[in-house]
T-cell receptor, first 112, second 113 residues
């Protein structure tokens, strides 16, 4: 089935540790996105990538890093510089001029 | 930057009631999208609108693209318990935001059986 796969579903981070969230899509979409969602709040854009080997900062990029080495994959690293990483992280992808974004099931990150 | 005001923030209704929610923008959009998010899951696209004045239905859901291109409405008729979730609007303007979407803050819907 075509879709967006995020893993793991739940992730725990220790103090000072970097963790990487995986996002893979088999929709042949060009653009991919990472959002952060806090309880009772909307979606805030962390990073996005419109083509392979290129990405742009969103509204809350500090403490995060990404790479886009393959069209299908857009991993997000939550670095130790992100002091409040506990949140629900959503990956999305889109194709074409009309920007309909399709979302994965999310990864919930908690701090130990 | 662009902002979307989505209202209401939350709604508590009885099963069978109709629901209305809306989004207004400070700027013009070319596309309006409505998503639903179930607890612990990613948002799922409900309806996409591409033209000012457009009215589109998807089962019990109906959405409209406002004539001014600065607002959109979503109506749910005869609500059922599985309608519970968070509903998000999103707007897109390629000229002003490239491939980025602007999201509303969401409407939390609770349906009492």
């Amino acid at each position: 089935d075509g879709g967006i796969t995020q893993s793991p579903k739940y992730l725990f981070r220790k103090e000072g540790q970097n963790v990487t969230l995986s996002c893979e899509q088999n929709l042949n979409h060009d653009a991919m996105y990472w959002y952060r969602q806090d309880p009772g709040q909307g979606l805030r854009l962390i990073y996005y990538s419109q083509i392979v080997n290129d990405f742009q900062k969103g509204d809350i990029a500090e403490g995060y890093s990404v790479s886009r080495e393959k069209k299908e994959s857009f991993p997000l690293t939550v670095t130790s510089a992100q002091k409040n990483p506990t949140a629900f992280y959503l990956c999305a992808s889109s194709r074409g001029m009309i920007n309909i974004q399709y979302f994965g099931a999310g990864t919930r990150l908690s701090v130990l | 930057g662009q902002q979307l005001n989505q209202s209401p923030q939350s709604m508590f209704i009885q099963e069978g009631e109709d629901v209305s929610m809306n989004c207004t923008s400070s700027s013009i959009f070319n596309t309006w999208l409505w998503y639903k998010q179930d607890p612990g899951e990613g948002p799922v696209l409900l309806i996409a609108l591409y033209k000012a004045g457009e009215l589109t239905s998807n089962g019990r859901l109906t959405a409209q693209f406002g004539i001014t291109r600065k607002d959109s409405f979503l109506n749910i008729s005869a609500s059922i318990p599985s309608d519970v979730g968070i509903y998000f609007c999103a707007g897109h303007s390629k000229e002003t935001s490239g491939s980025r979407l602007t999201f509303g803050e969401g409407t939390q819907l609770t349906v009492n059986p």
